[in-house]
């Protein structure tokens, strides 16, 4: 697939200003207001394509031409749903600032996003793979400790990165900046917080250098661990990514009787809509559990 145009030169300025309000006012990361202008710009270059030049004139047909177009060149359901996603809400705006008389996108239907069921760990299985991680060596601690850091506390691979020493010393709770710079408190308790101290005793000294700095997760080099190597220990110990350690803990949660409004405050999700996808994996473990238990199941 080509690479992606730019914005015509019509509507590179409310795209622009556009984005620099969502930056100032949501605190999104670069990566998610760069996915924005992709989606924003192939939208107004296939609009202006056909002969519009200006947002007032880009009407509903332009977008069902869109999603069709999106279709046809193959896009999966759930971007072509994320791209109308991102035009609806420009144009939301630009209709309140009066660029559009009104929103294209609104009434447009849009494909489905396909709901994958997050896989989850079995309890047991998880907690006999992590206590098997016993070795004393300086990268055994480090990936007992950052294995348990992710289960334990539901963690996003990034805001696990982010973590300093002075972060996890002596508390209980941990203070994490999410999406959006939204901020949200995690409990710091059981075998995350044990597998940490071992690891801060016996384990990062061995490992770190000048260059780690606070960095509580420590490379091979003496480096701070990023996202990728993160992922690459996830991979290595558990042949998985780190997100499913993320499902695991709401998972589990659920199963033991938590209520879903805590675990959305516990993942620091915007929306419950995005915590229910849980339910659906718990009621699948209830009716597991009935038709192996149940003598007339």
């Not at 915007?270 to 339910?279: C, G, P, S, W």
Request: proline fraction near 5%; aromatic fraction near 6%; hydrophobic fraction near 40%.
């Amino acid at each position: 697939m080509s690479s992606l145009p730019d914005c015509p030169e019509w509507a590179a300025g409310p795209v622009g200003a556009y984005l620099e309000r969502l930056a100032a006012e949501r605190a999104l990361s670069e990566h998610t207001l760069a996915a924005y202008r992709r989606d924003l710009g192939q939208f107004l270059d296939f609009c202006h394509r056909r002969g519009h030049r200006s947002l007032a004139e880009v009407d509903r047909l332009a977008v069902r031409r869109f999603l069709s177009h999106l279709a046809a060149r193959g896009y999966a359901r759930r971007s072509a749903a994320r791209k109308a996603s991102a035009v609806r809400a420009f144009f939301a705006d630009a209709t309140r600032r009066g660029l559009a008389v009104v929103n294209p996108a609104d009434g447009v239907p849009v494909p489905k996003r396909p709901q994958h069921l997050p896989r989850a760990f079995p309890a047991a299985t998880l907690g006999r793979w992590l206590d098997a991680l016993d070795g004393a060596d300086p990268l055994t601690r480090r990936d007992r400790a950052l294995l348990e850091v992710l289960y334990g506390t539901g963690l996003r691979v990034a805001e696990a990165a982010s973590l300093g020493v002075g972060s996890v010393r002596n508390t209980p709770l941990l203070r994490v900046r999410g999406k959006g710079g939204k901020e949200r408190v995690v409990p710091f308790a059981g075998q995350a917080r044990a597998a940490v101290q071992r690891y801060l005793e016996e384990g990062r000294p061995a490992l770190a250098r000048e260059a780690a700095g606070d960095a509580l997760w420590v490379g091979e080099r003496g480096g701070p661990l990023g996202v990728r190597g993160i992922r690459r220990v996830v991979r290595a110990r558990l042949g998985s990514f780190p997100h499913a350690l993320r499902h695991s803990f709401a998972t589990h949660l659920l199963e033991g009787g938590a209520d879903l409004r805590t675990v959305q405050e516990l993942l620091g999700h915007r929306e419950l809509a995005t915590t229910q996808v849980y339910t659906a994996v718990t009621r699948q473990h209830l009716r597991s559990t009935y038709d192996r238990s149940h003598p007339r199941a």
